[in-house]
């Protein structure tokens, strides 16, 4: 058979990812904050874009979720749904702990309520700069300690080495470690501080109680966590009436000094969501509005440029200008839908956490959702990614009300959420005498309708952050004292 040369025509099928599309993607990801910045952008870079007036009746887009009363959302297709306009690239898309817990390392927060804060009064560096002059004996001293000032963290910890700020100053080790005394000496007590036990010897030294018995007991923190009562009286060589002195004035103690003011870390956390509860029982669901500008078209400047316009080029560019205005507000009003549109079936889903609370919430999964709404599971992660829901119950992360689920009694399960905040109960409720083992807590559990292994729960007592049984019950005989 002979080789040759030739023409072959083939028809073949591909996923284009069209830049609209690519664009489309990214804006469904965005939370309403980083909006605001892409549409700031946005009118900088096209003078037919124009910031429109609030809307002051809800939108046909809200309407259709609002009222809601736990019947599934609507199921139009106005939703952007990436997965199904990828199939098609022509279509055009659019759319302060306790003392305790802060030597263990343990959380004391089993839910991710989210209170909206503000930043008033002044910063930590602010405050402890305004100090200095007042105390500091030279102008060089004073610089050294500014620049000691700007290495502590929010809780006022300072964790950067001083050979290194020695480096960089030029200064000696010697100098540099007086700078880091004179800001120890600052208000609040404890700042400075490179661990929690010099925090808190630095505020025994204030209060005058920095004796040798206090000093091992700051020393030896982890036996403190642990609730070693024995070998803590042993080590301070104090009888039980001294010890609990100690334990009492230790506690008083302020282990993060620092997050008494303001800072960059504590901006607001605004939602995107906002979920009310209607006086005849149903709920109102709809897009926070206030921090997303509504875009329109200014036709009648683009009147006016197209007059003026007289070649080709100037013409093209009046109408790329035009189209992708059109493209940005349809993409925008598209993304609204369909966020609420995902907001609508996680509150006729999880209805009970919001009536009731979080031992009401059901296991859920993103994949759930998508079917119910006609969406693919990448968009509904996309949805629910860097967005918050407020509610009468606080403000949380969209997706904190997915989680996996554990079988029970009724057949419907229970969201992992809802088994360790009734494991928090249960321990909290305990007697320093009748400690819970994770066997016991199992069978409690398996009484009250759920069925754990062992292990499983000493996975959700670990994950939560609280101690075995054998540590819980030296710490409460801890607090006993």
């Known amino acids: 058979m002979a080789l040759g040369p030739r023409l072959d025509l083939r028809q073949t099928q591909s996923l284009v990812m069209t830049p609209q599309l690519q664009q489309a993607i990214k804006l469904l990801a965005l939370s309403n904050l980083e909006i605001e910045s892409f549409v700031?952008?946005?009118?900088?870079?096209?003078?037919?874009?124009?910031?429109?007036?609030?809307?002051?009746?809800?939108?046909?887009?809200?309407?259709?979720?609002?009222?809601?009363?736990?019947?599934?959302?609507?199921?139009?297709?106005?939703?952007?749904?990436?997965?199904?306009?990828?199939?098609?690239?022509?279509?055009?898309?659019?759319?302060?702990?306790?003392?305790?817990?802060?030597?263990?390392?343990?959380?004391?927060?089993?839910?991710?309520?989210?209170?909206?804060?503000?930043?008033?009064?002044p910063s930590l560096a602010e405050h402890l700069s305004a100090q200095i002059g007042g105390i500091a004996g030279d102008r060089r001293e004073a610089l050294i300690a500014q620049r000691i000032i700007a290495e502590l963290d929010d809780a006022g910890y300072l964790h950067s080495d001083l050979r290194y700020l020695s480096d960089e100053l030029g200064a000696p080790l010697a100098e540099i470690e007086r700078g880091l005394a004179l800001v120890q000496q600052l208000d609040p007590t404890g700042v400075g501080a490179r661990t929690l036990g010099e925090c808190l010897a630095l505020q025994a030294k204030e209060a005058d109680r920095y004796d040798p018995c206090m000093a091992r007991l700051i020393d030896n923190l982890d036996l403190v966590a642990k609730g070693d009562v024995s070998k803590l009286k042993r080590l301070c060589e104090v009888d039980d009436e001294d010890f609990a002195?100690?334990?009492?004035?230790?506690?008083?103690?302020?282990?993060?000094?620092?997050?008494?003011?303001?800072?960059?870390?504590?901006?607001?956390?605004?939602?995107?969501?906002?979920?009310?509860?209607?006086?005849?029982?149903?709920?109102?669901?709809?897009?926070?509005?206030?921090?997303?500008?509504?875009?329109?078209?200014?036709?009648?400047?683009y009147v006016e440029l197209d007059k003026g316009a007289h070649d080709k080029k100037a013409k093209a560019w009046l109408n790329e200008q035009l189209g992708e205005a059109d493209w940005l507000i349809r993409a925008l009003d598209q993304r609204q839908k369909t966020i609420l549109k995902a907001a609508s079936e996680i509150l006729r889903r999880q209805e009970g956490f919001f009536r009731e609370g979080i031992s009401a919430m059901k296991p859920l999964t993103l994949r759930e959702v998508a079917e119910t709404i006609d969406m693919h599971e990448s968009t509904i992660s996309r949805v629910t990614s860097n967005k918050y829901l407020s509610c009468?119950?606080?403000?949380?992360?969209?997706?904190?009300?997915?989680?996996?689920?554990?079988?029970?009694?009724?057949?419907?399960?229970?969201?992992?959420?809802?088994?360790?905040?009734?494991?928090?109960?249960?321990?909290?409720?305990?007697?320093?005498?009748?400690?819970?083992?994770?066997?016991?807590?199992?069978?409690?559990?398996?009484?009250?309708?759920?069925?754990?292994?062992?292990?499983?729960?000493?996975?959700?007592?670990?994950?939560?952050?609280?101690?075995?049984?054998?540590?819980?019950?030296?710490?409460?005989?801890l607090l006993s004292f």
């Not at 997050?259 to 709809?286: K, M, T």
């Open 245 to 301: 002195e100690m334990l009492a004035e230790l506690r008083t103690y302020d282990p993060k000094p620092g997050c008494r003011f303001g800072g960059a870390s504590h901006a607001a956390v605004v939602p995107d969501v906002i979920v009310e509860q209607l006086p005849s029982g149903g709920w109102n669901i709809r897009i926070n509005e206030e921090t997303l500008p509504r875009l329109v078209v200014n036709r009648d400047y």
């Open 40 to 121: 700031s952008e946005a009118l900088e870079a096209n003078p037919l874009l124009e910031i429109g007036e609030t809307r002051s009746e809800t939108s046909e887009p809200e309407r259709a979720a609002q009222e809601h009363d736990a019947s599934p959302g609507p199921d139009g297709g106005e939703a952007l749904d990436i997965a199904d306009h990828a199939l098609d690239p022509e279509s055009a898309p659019g759319d302060s702990g306790d003392w305790s817990r802060a030597a263990s390392g343990a959380s004391s927060e089993d839910t991710p309520f989210l209170e909206n804060r503000t930043d008033d009064g």
């Open 392 to 477: 009468p119950r606080g403000t949380f992360e969209m997706k904190y009300f997915f989680s996996s689920g554990v079988p029970a009694a009724d057949g419907e399960g229970a969201s992992s959420q809802a088994i360790k905040a009734r494991i928090k109960a249960l321990c909290d409720g305990e007697e320093a005498k009748k400690v819970l083992s994770d066997q016991k807590l199992a069978d409690l559990l398996k009484d009250e309708g759920f069925d754990l292994a062992r292990r499983t729960v000493a996975k959700y007592r670990e994950a939560i952050g609280i101690g075995s049984s054998a540590e819980r019950r030296r710490q409460k005989k």
